[in-house]
T-cell receptor
């Protein structure tokens, strides 16, 4: 069974700061997902990664298959980025999430 | 083009009643996943279905819970004889293509409250 750990659990930052959220897993995978859950509860898929790096607007996701580690970066953070960010492996195992709060 | 549709969005049941949650995947998607999120907890995988087949139900409680994805119509998650501990948000997601290579698209969730 894959174990997924995220860090930090909570993160508060000022608007404009560069944000990094980390995810480590224990067993080799073929795909890793980054999800965003807003305070209202809805979940949006941000990225699906199997190797390398993906960029979408101010969001960047990277994965290192050998080290079993992925990072989600947010550049020029904005209060609307405030949400819980969740890492998931193989659609089956989820991290506990990182609660991000961006202060204006 | 509708996304993943879940209904009802909110459901209240008394202990011992049955709850039926429905999920219509995105058009063209044949893979459906159900997840549960208990209050203040993370998402937990329950079951993965393709049309008319249960592929992986390793996350489903052994009793009272069942899921189906018939040839026609939505996927159904059924909880019999609900208990207070079943109160949670139940999310459905659909995906195209081969397992583990398709992006996930989530519904808005169904929030079950058991009185």
């Amino acid at each position: 069974k894959n174990e997924v750990e995220q860090s930090p659990q909570n993160l508060t930052a000022q608007e404009g700061e560069f944000i990094t959220i980390n995810c480590s897993y224990s067993v080799g995978i073929s795909a890793l997902h980054w999800l965003q859950q807003h305070p209202g509860g809805g979940i949006v898929s941000l990225f699906m990664l199997s190797s390398g790096k993906k960029k979408h607007g101010r969001l960047i996701a990277t994965i290192n298959i050998q080290e079993k580690h992925s990072s989600l970066h947010i550049t020029a953070s904005h209060p609307r980025d405030s949400a819980v960010y969740i890492c998931a492996v193989e659609k089956l195992t989820f991290g506990t999430g990182t609660r991000l709060t961006i202060i204006p | 083009n509708a996304g993943v549709m879940q209904n009802p969005r909110h459901l209240v049941r008394r202990r011992g009643q049955e709850a039926r949650l429905r999920c219509s995947p995105m058009k063209g998607h044949s893979h459906v996943y159900w997840y549960r999120q208990l209050p203040e907890e993370g998402l937990k995988f329950m079951v993965y279905l393709q049309k008319e087949n249960i592929i992986d139900e390793s996350g489903m409680p052994k009793e009272r819970f069942s899921a189906e994805f018939p040839k026609e119509g939505p996927s159904i998650l059924r909880i019999q004889q609900v208990v207070r501990g079943d109160s949670a948000a139940y999310f459905c997601a659909s995906s195209p293509g081969v397992p583990n290579t398709g992006e996930l698209f989530f519904g808005e969730g169904s929030r079950l409250t058991v009185l």
